[in-house]
């Protein structure tokens, strides 16, 4: 597989990358790439040997990448990046046979993805299902660093994000990391998205040995790894981002994983009325996107309704697994388009438009 993804050679090398943050694009037209469930290695059928599973999740994500960089040259400068809606892994692992956000790594990375734009969050699989689940926590707090230092970090020192939700410090020999690692930036002068990880009412605290990565920001010596995560909407990120965005003039699209707000999948309405009551206070969101549901694409029920708060529209953003995926087209004349497409064969296929149609797989 390593000859696989040393032909991944972006599209657009020659296109200048874009200034994020406050800085607006000079053009008008954007097109984003919306996504989730890379899971390295899920597949569509459980039963198959772990070696054949392995490696059809490894070609199935070659493939999806290659089809990003086809969509990238089909629309040339227009194209911007790449969203990811969570479970990057299926557990967060990165031992033995299963190095999991190891390969994510490998194949979503600055070097694979046209521009090297991508903007990734977390779901269940990666630091939810994990908690109190594997040794000292490790699973979950691997993915909690690489959201913070690999995705946060990367991003704010290459060009800046509007706002996020972490802050981190040493305390009395340990490592303590709070927030909801929710995170904001801008596309252009007038579309703001906030990408919530696994849902924004999610909220979790754990701790545990962390010594094997080699990325984790701090020195061997601390003795733990403390991670406290709020609710971004009890906490009141969720809500003063909304309250920027109005100020500033943007609109919003919001990104998240779980659509229905589902602790250890068990489905929870009153999650989804939180988000819902929030999102009623606000006519400048525009859409939300999410994962999860892999059969999924477009604008789907995914128990609770294909809408939230004022008539907003929910689309299931597609994945590798399903060989689909999603684009938002930004500026037109026709203000927000999102028309599904398929990734089968490592190239971008249009389905047609997402908004009112979701097919199942």
Known sequence: MAALRNCLVPALLSIAIPIFGSVAYAQQTYDVVIMGDTQFFRTTDPKLPVNTRNAVSLASNHLQVMAINDFASQVGSNYVGTIINGDLTEFGRNDGDYNQLLEFRNYYNESNLPKGEFWPGLGNHDYENNVNDSHENNAALRM?????VDTIKRLSSKHGIVASDVTSRNENGAFVVEGSLSYSWDIGK???F???????????SFNGWHWENPFWPTSRDITRRYVAIPSSIANGWLMKQLDTAVSDGKKVVLNMHHPNSTPKGVPNKGEWDKLDTLMKNYSNIEAVFVGHFHENLG???GGFGDTIGHNVPVFYSGTPIYATMLVAKLGGVNGLEVDRYSTAQGSARKLGTAFGTCLRW
Not at 194 to 204: A, F, G
């Open 299 to 301: 604008q789907c029920d």
């Open 144 to 148: 909690v660093q690489y959201l913070m």
């Open 194 to 204: 906030i990408q919530s990880n696994n849902y924004p009412d999610y909220k979790v």
């Open 190 to 192: 007038d579309y703001r």
